[in-house]
């Protein structure tokens, strides 16, 4: 059975293990980061195109000019200045714009899939250095703690050896009666 004074120490030793191993997690991170390619460097051709797909079309110049383009198709169709090539229900823009669709779908899926990728490995960094920051924490209040025990032992100490002091200087002072 364990008694109270060992819970800390076995807590203490638990954490030191825990920082020790943080510390040497991040050792191997920053020695593999240091030695990896910068990773926008190692994307596939695949990932670069669903990267400029997607950075294009969820832009306000895609918008617009796509805007302009089907707004002249539909002026151009509905007041016939050139032979109607798609006449009124639009039925060659509709299946241009379900061709456009179609594509564009995937390559942003797998665009936002990537980043996503990258979120969640930030997102586990972040959890990591949360962790060790509040060991660090918990390390210098244990510190602190044991420094104000300290300071509390010594102040004892000395209020013990002033009243040891006043004592004697008051049985020097004071004649005993006997």
Same mark, same amino acid.
């Given at each position: ?10 807590l203490h030793e ?18 593999? *980061? =240091?030695?990896?390619?910068? !990773? ?13 797909? +997607? @950075? ?21 169709n509905v007041t ?19 061709? *456009? =669709?179609?594509?564009?779908? !995937? ?13 969640? +490995? @930030? ?43 006043? *004592? ?11």
């Amino acid at each position: 059975m364990m008694t109270m004074p060992q819970i800390p120490r076995l807590l203490h030793e638990a954490e030191e293990r825990l920082l020790a191993e943080l510390r040497a997690r991040r050792r191997e991170v920053r020695k593999t *980061q =240091a030695e990896a390619p910068d !990773p926008k460097f190692t994307l596939t051709v695949g990932q670069k195109v669903a990267d400029v797909v +997607a @950075s294009t079309m969820g832009s306000w110049s895609f918008i617009i000019i796509q805007s302009a383009i089907l707004l002249i198709w539909i002026i151009l169709n509905v007041t016939a200045f050139i032979e109607q090539w798609d006449p009124y229900p639009f039925i060659l823009l509709n299946l241009a714009l379900s061709f *456009q =669709a179609a594509y564009a779908a !995937p390559f942003i899926m797998m665009s936002q899939n990537r980043q996503q990728d990258i979120d969640r +490995a @930030s997102a586990e960094n972040d959890h990591r250095i949360n962790i060790k920051a509040e060991l660090e924490i918990e390390l210098l209040h244990t510190k602190i703690d044991e420094l104000r025990e300290k300071e509390i032992i010594e102040l004892s100490a000395s209020v013990r050896n002033l009243t040891e002091l006043l *004592q004697q200087a008051l049985a020097r002072a004071v004649p005993s009666s006997g």
